[in-house]
């Protein structure tokens, strides 16, 4: 394949897992790991460094969950996430308090934060 034949999308406009995200509410989270152990409708930013090109595929969605690492720096990014996110129709939530990341949460703490918010 030559040069003028390669189509690349940008990796900063990735969301790792959307494909398997297409109702109308979405569980964003770091890493691959994060979206493994929370399944189906979970997205990964693929860092907490995200791109204004990711935020704005999450728009389309009415309802917006944001599970960033416990890290300070982590959580600051999702707020800024979030806050960027309050522009466009919907509800955007950063839940926190959690002791770990996403990737580890038990099988308990997953079948709560599903059922709570109804993914």
């Known amino acids: ?11 900063k406009s990735l969301l790792y897992g959307i494909e398997e995200a297409d109702g109308d509410t979405v569980v964003v989270v ?5 979206v493994w152990r929370l399944g ?4 990964a930013t693929l ?6 090109a990711q935020a704005n595929r999450l728009r389309k969605y009415k309802r917006r969950f944001l599970i960033y690492d416990p890290e300070l720096k982590a959580q600051s990014r999702a ?3 979030a806050e960027y ?6 509800c955007t939530e950063v839940l926190s308090g959690f002791d770990t990341d996403p990737g580890d949460f038990t099988d308990q703490m997953v079948s709560e934060i599903i059922k709570e918010i109804g993914l």
Not at 1 to 11: F, V, Y
Not at 30 to 34: D, F, I, L, R, S
Not at 47 to 52: A, C, S, T, V
Not at 85 to 90: E, T
């Open 1 to 11: 394949m030559t040069e003028d034949h390669l189509c690349l999308e940008d990796p």
């Open 40 to 43: 189906p409708g979970t997205v």
């Open 85 to 90: 996110l309050a522009m466009f129709p919907g």
């Open 30 to 34: 770091e890493g691959p790991t994060g």
């Open 79 to 81: 707020k800024e996430l």
């Open 47 to 52: 860092g907490i460094g995200w791109h204004p």
